[in-house]
């Protein structure tokens, strides 16, 4: 069993950033994909980065060149920098690893709230 721990969320105006950060337990980080997702309220949780074990990574669309994700094996962390935030991204963040052997985990969520 993997328990992820995500912080980093909170209030910013827009136009500001954030960092957020997932801890993984275990040893399998390193093999694992990360992803960050998002849900706002009333709508349905949406992809917003990946990046893969050998360190490949892709972005939605709408937060293309704001958000970069990375991911640092030996401390079993990945990271969303979250720049030039919009009142529109502000949602819950939810972190997903998902194992080499098929296994799928979700962060409890972290509140990113974006005010204009």
């Known amino acids: 069993q993997v328990q992820l721990v995500e912080s980093g969320g909170g209030l910013v105006q827009a136009g500001g950033s954030l960092r957020l950060s997932c801890a993984a337990s275990?040893?399998?980080?390193?093999?694992?994909?990360m992803n960050w997702y998002r849900q706002s309220p009333g709508k349905e949780r949406e992809w917003v980065a990946a990046?893969?074990?050998?360190?490949?990574?892709n972005y939605a669309d709408s937060v293309k060149g704001r958000f970069f994700i990375w991911r640092d094996n030996a401390k079993n962390t990945a990271f969303l920098q979250m720049n030039s935030l919009k009142p529109e991204d502000t949602a819950v963040y939810y972190c997903?690893?998902?194992?080499?052997?098929?296994?799928?985990?979700w962060g409890q969520g972290t509140q990113v709230t974006v005010s204009s």
């Open positions: 997903y690893y998902a194992a080499l052997g098929g296994s799928r985990y």
């Open positions: 990046i893969s074990s050998s360190g490949w990574i």
């Open positions: 275990g040893s399998g980080f390193s093999s694992a994909s």
